[in-house]
């Protein structure tokens, strides 16, 4: 009898896969021998451990508030005026340069920035995430909406549908695609910065502590509470948004 992998739910491939990781993770740290690369169970104690304490859940729940904020307000902004812009060749002449630098401007200089100019608080914080993922957002908007097929709109309006029918029923689901890349994207990359914002100029979340733990060399701590992190957005991604995926494609199919 023969292992065939191809015949597996995904699912199931997905936790052998992680199987298959952490076994490789305890291996080599198994032969390395020091604390530079702690075993998976190691640090599960250690997380575990934190947990009981009770300050990992606390700086969990500071830090997936920047992330939540941060990502709502990117979101907003970038859908709105990412779909001004593929729709109006004027709008998207005057901003494109305005784009390419947002694009290519360094994460750390905005941070620094924001902190300057508004200082250490939540709203520079906050600001500096968002910054960061907004032209993202933008270019993913801009082109689902170049993309839009006209000849539908077309017949949305030879069949006199109403301005909400239109928006909802003809124009919005040819943006979801670009919508859910954005939403996946924006998600990774706002989580990452909000650390960083975190490690330079606030006092508490995971960000925070991770500064503290790298003080300190404590690299168990440092990877028990990255891996809290990326369970959260693991769970956010599997729950939330591949449900939301599956139900708003549901009209190709």
């Known amino acids: 009898m023969t292992l065939n992998i191809q015949d597996w739910p995904p699912r199931w491939i997905r936790v052998f896969a992680l199987f298959i990781f952490i076994i490789i993770w305890q291996?080599?740290?198994f032969f390395t021998e020091s604390e530079i690369l702690p075993g998976p169970f190691q640090v599960l104690q250690n997380l575990l451990s934190h947990i009981r304490e009770g300050e990992l859940l606390s700086d969990l729940i500071v830090t997936l508030f920047r992330v939540v904020v941060s990502f709502i307000l990117a979101m907003a902004l970038g859908v709105a005026l990412g779909v001004v812009m593929g729709r109006n060749k004027n709008w998207d002449?005057?901003?494109?340069?305005?784009?390419?630098?947002a694009l290519n401007l360094p994460a750390l200089v905005?941070?620094?920035?924001?902190?300057?100019?508004?200082?250490l608080g939540e709203f520079a914080a906050i600001l500096a995430v968002s910054i960061n993922k907004f032209p993202i957002v933008v270019v993913n908007m801009r082109e689902g909406a170049r993309a839009v097929n006209q000849d539908l709109l077309q017949v949305s309006k030879a069949f006199r549908?109403?301005?909400c029918s239109n928006i909802f029923k003809v124009y919005l689901p040819q943006l979801?695609?670009?919508l859910?890349?954005?939403a996946r994207s924006g998600l990774a990359l706002v989580w990452k910065i909000v650390l960083v914002v975190e490690l330079l100029g606030?006092?508490?979340?995971?960000?925070?502590?991770?500064?503290i733990f790298f003080?300190?060399?404590?690299?168990?701590?440092?990877?028990?509470?990255?891996?809290?992190?990326i369970a959260i957005v693991m769970a956010i991604e599997y729950l939330l948004i591949a449900p939301l995926d599956r139900r708003l494609m549901e009209w190709r199919s």
């Open 27 to 29: 291996i080599a740290a």
């Open 93 to 101: 002449a005057a901003l494109d340069g305005v784009l390419i630098l």
């Open 110 to 119: 905005t941070i620094i920035l924001c902190y300057l100019w508004f200082g």
């Open 161 to 163: 549908l109403d301005w």
């Open 176 to 178: 979801y695609p670009y």
């Open 180 to 182: 859910l890349a954005s």
């Open 202 to 211: 606030r006092s508490n979340g995971v960000g925070f502590k991770l500064g």
């Open 215 to 229: 003080q300190f060399f404590d690299i168990t701590s440092i990877l028990a509470y990255s891996l809290a992190f």
